[in-house]
């Protein structure tokens, strides 16, 4: 089972930058996709960004392209979330999220499939 320790939340004016780190034991760690989520109150928690085990494989929603930047460190088990121009409607609980498989999928890389998180770290931006 993965353990998984978000941490780098905060407040944060628009346009200001963020960067989310999460933290993975517990299994080999290079072998697994990873993926961000957030969720706000009173809905349900969505996709954000995935990146697979392999080189380079990412995908992102719509809503944060361009903007927000997924990478990994295989040597420290450590996947970050790196968040440009900020805006209010990117507020929520940020999760770190691990699939139950090694490997990446297309379904995986969507965002589907995902069983193990982290406990979230809280993010603010203000108008």
């Known amino acids: 089972q993965v353990q998984l320790v978000e941490s780098g939340g905060g407040l944060v004016q628009a346009g200001g930058s963020l960067r989310l780190s999460c933290a993975a034991s517990?299994?080999?760690?290079?072998?697994?996709?990873m993926g961000w989520f957030r969720q706000v109150p009173g809905k349900e928690r969505e996709f954000v960004a995935t990146?697979?085990?392999?080189?380079?494989?990412?995908n992102y929603a719509d809503s944060v392209k361009g903007r927000f930047t997924i990478s990994r460190d295989n040597a420290k088990n450590t996947v970050y979330l790196h968040m440009n121009t900020l805006q209010p409607e990117d507020t929520a609980v940020y999760y770190c999220?691990?699939?139950?498989?090694?490997?990446?999928?297309?379904?995986?890389?969507?965002?589907?499939?995902?069983?193990?998180w982290g406990q979230g770290t809280q993010v603010t931006v203000s108008s």
């Open positions: 999220g691990a699939p139950p498989r090694s490997g990446t999928s297309y379904g995986i890389l969507k965002g589907e499939g995902y069983e193990s």
């Open positions: 990146r697979g085990s392999g080189v380079g494989t990412t």
């Open positions: 517990g299994r080999t760690f290079s072998s697994y996709a």
